[in-house]
């Protein structure tokens, strides 16, 4: 059996062996080194997992503002334009009856009849209904019956007193005595007086079964039929009629503080409506409330249009055209920047601190693409382009920066 079948060889006689090379051995290390390489290979580890941490958290960081500002919604603002004044001003106006005044009973008890229905001119004084008043009648009578009673007790009373009177000459009787009969024929004649009153109080109710028209107008309304009972007073009772005076007509206009000063007492004006085009109807400043509504910042004013020919219907709307000579710059914005709410028409002005105030505004002129705006905005006012309808009062928006060619308006 040759020498390679022993597995049993020293390591000198492996290393000897023809043809196999072994590497070199490697003293041992030191202990201090092993433990210095054990550290740094620590400090690498944790550095690294520092780093990652730390990217982490930056990610994060940017991930949460990048969040935030996705949901703070980004809008586009433009100043109001202002342009050169005119020597004119048109407003919107509310035409409605010189008088207007509900028609009521005065009496209680079944409509008979009546004469005049809506539509109807009347005058003054004509006759528009007439009402039946049993119960009224009777109490009439009672009252009337009543007072016989009294008067017959009040001649009683009276020739009482006249006896007692011829009695105490002849020292028949006390003084008392005469006096009593005296005040028992006074208390006769107060209790005539108030079955006097209380006979006129029912023959005015009498007089009120015939209802008359209290000015000249037209009859805007009528609630009744023959047949209906009928309750006195407004509390109690519906409304017969409805009158209103129609010629002249009243024209009511809100007119901005900045032109307060130019409106005229006696100044001539226009008022036009849009079912008569091209027609103006020549009317005249009647009045102003000589105060400026702290709400709207506007001034209400009243002109007299004459209306003989009855054409002009009150409750209509229309637009009064006032001349002015006022050096007021206009204020126009897009049409698209106006948002529609339930309590009017509202701009989203950007305030300073970037959040939104939905403003009230008093609309003018509309041009087409922009509107002239009589009260609410300033010309350094920030106003939203294109607002979104879910935009509210008080939210957070960023402002969108306008291109370096397109300079903000």
Known sequence: MSDDSNPQKTPDEQRHRPGVQLPPELPPMPPRRAVTAAGILLLVLLSAGGLTLSARVRHARALARATEQGTVPTVAVVNPASEKPEDFLILPGSLQAYEESPIYA????????????IGSRVAKGELLAKIDTPEVDQELNQARAARQQVVAAMELAKITADR??????????????????????????????????NVRRLEQLEGFKDVYAPFAGVLTRRTVDPGALINAGAAAGRELFNIARVDPLRVFSSVPQAYAPYIRIGAQTTVTLQEFPGRKFIGSIARTAEAIDPATRTLLTEVEVPNQDGRLLPGSFGEVRFQIGADVDKLTIPVNALLF??????????????????????????????????????????????PADSLEDGQKVNVAQPPPDHPQS
């Open 106 to 117: 005065r009496t209680s008890g079944y409509l008979v009849r009546w004469y005049k229905d």
């Open 164 to 197: 007692w009177q011829y009695l105490l000459k002849n020292n028949a009787v006390s003084v008392q005595e005469a006096d009593q009969q005296t005040s028992a024929y006074k208390q006769a004649q107060a209790n005539l007086a108030a079955a006097d009153a």
């Open 341 to 386: 709410r339930a309590e009017g028409s509202r701009v989203a002005v950007v305030g300073a601190d970037g959040k939104v105030a939905l403003r009230p505004i008093s609309i003018g002129r509309d041009y087409g693409t922009t509107l002239e705006v009589l009260s609410g905005l300033a010309p350094t006012d920030q106003i939203v382009v294109n």
